[in-house]
Structure formats: C-alpha cells, structure tokens
C-alpha cells in the first residue's frame, strides 16, 4: 500500500520503533511475534507507514487519502469509510490507528487462516455490528465498490445493476431464507470455492 524506501536508508531499529509509536517494550521482537511479519518486512512496513503518517497515527481523513490514490478514476470516500470503521471496531476506540494495529490488519488479511480472512470480511459487510448482514448493508458495501472503481467497471453499472448484483449474491449466500446472513452462512457459502471470499476482499465485481 506503501512505497517504502529501500532496505538501508532511515532504517529504523527497536528504539526508532518504540519512540515513534509507543508501543509496549519489544520493539520488533514484539511485532514478528504478534504478527506473521519478519522484521525486514516490518522496517520496510514501517517507513512507509511514517512517510505517509509521520504523526504516527492514521486519521480516518489520512486514509481516505491513501485509498484514493489507487484509485483515482472514482471516488473512494465511502468504501474507505467503511474500511476504516472496521479497522477502527476491532483495533482502535479512539478515531485513529497506529502501526501495530495497521500491521495486526495486514498480517491478518495477507496471511491470517482462513477465518481470521473471513471474520474481517464479514465485519466489513456488517457495518452496524449486529452480527448479521443484511440486504441493506450489502447493498452499501457494493454501491461504494462501484463508486471507488468508477470507470473501470465492465460493463459500467447503475443503480439498478447494484441492486441486481445483490439480489443475485444475498440469495445465494441466505441459504436458510431468513432474511439476513449470518458468519455461518457467510462461512460455508466461502468456504465452497476460495474465489468467493477473495472476490468480497480484492473488490471483484463479476461473482460466481
């Protein structure tokens, strides 16, 4: 996400760490061990993390910027509002996040099990929490997915193509027909071909 400057230059050391981001004593150690991070990628993690917040913190506005910048050719305020509601509901009371909570997402979603993948996920389409997603909140999620790939939709899509896209996917993960979808709904439907749940993550719009 970041463009980190190459092994060697800034490079930081435990002590860099611990200064910048307040973090309990361990430094890297602590980092590789809570994480799936060894400590090359840490540093290099880490300088772009600082080139892009050098407060140490990420604001909610700070990474709105950040997404938008990948894709410029819509508008990504929405999705990355919702993404950073969700890392905010699992990592952060506090409106912002610093590394370790940064670095704890990352590692989860690039090499976390399955439902470690999963449950983030799921979180994601469950935007007030209740455990459940409903068709209303599905179709929020989709609305922003369109909104931030704007034209690199094929074919471009409307409203009503949203609320098809929805229609077609909610019912076939509802497989017990009660109106919303539970994680164990949600689970079993991924958990059928791995596609699936890389399709919700990586902001597919074609879904089997």
Request: charged share 25%; with cysteine; hydrophobic share 35%.
């Amino acid at each position: 996400m970041f463009n980190a400057k190459k092994k060697g230059e800034n490079e930081i050391d435990d002590r860099d760490l611990f200064a910048f981001t307040r973090y309990k004593p361990g430094g890297l150690d602590h980092l590789c061990k809570a994480t799936k991070f060894s400590k090359k990628e840490i540093r290099q993690l880490y300088q772009g993390f600082k080139q892009q917040c050098p407060t140490g913190v990420v604001s909610e506005d700070a990474f709105k910027n950040i997404f938008s910048q990948f894709f410029p050719q819509g508008d990504a305020t929405a999705y990355a509002h919702l993404v950073f509601k969700t890392f905010k509901q699992h990592y952060s009371n506090t409106g912002n996040l610093n590394f370790e909570q940064f670095l704890s997402v990352l590692s989860a979603l690039s090499r976390g099990t399955v439902e470690d993948k999963l449950k983030w996920i799921f979180g994601l389409y469950d935007i007030n929490g209740d455990g459940y997603i409903t068709k209303q909140e599905m179709l929020t999620i989709v609305r922003a997915i369109y909104d931030m790939l704007g034209n690199y939709t094929e074919p471009l899509v409307d409203e009503h193509t949203a609320k098809e896209h929805v229609e077609r996917i909610f019912h076939q993960i509802d497989a017990d027909e009660d109106g919303v979808i539970s994680f164990e709904d949600f689970s079993q439907w991924c958990q059928k071909d791995e596609n699936r749940a890389q399709s919700l993550l990586m902001l597919d719009t074609v879904f089997s």
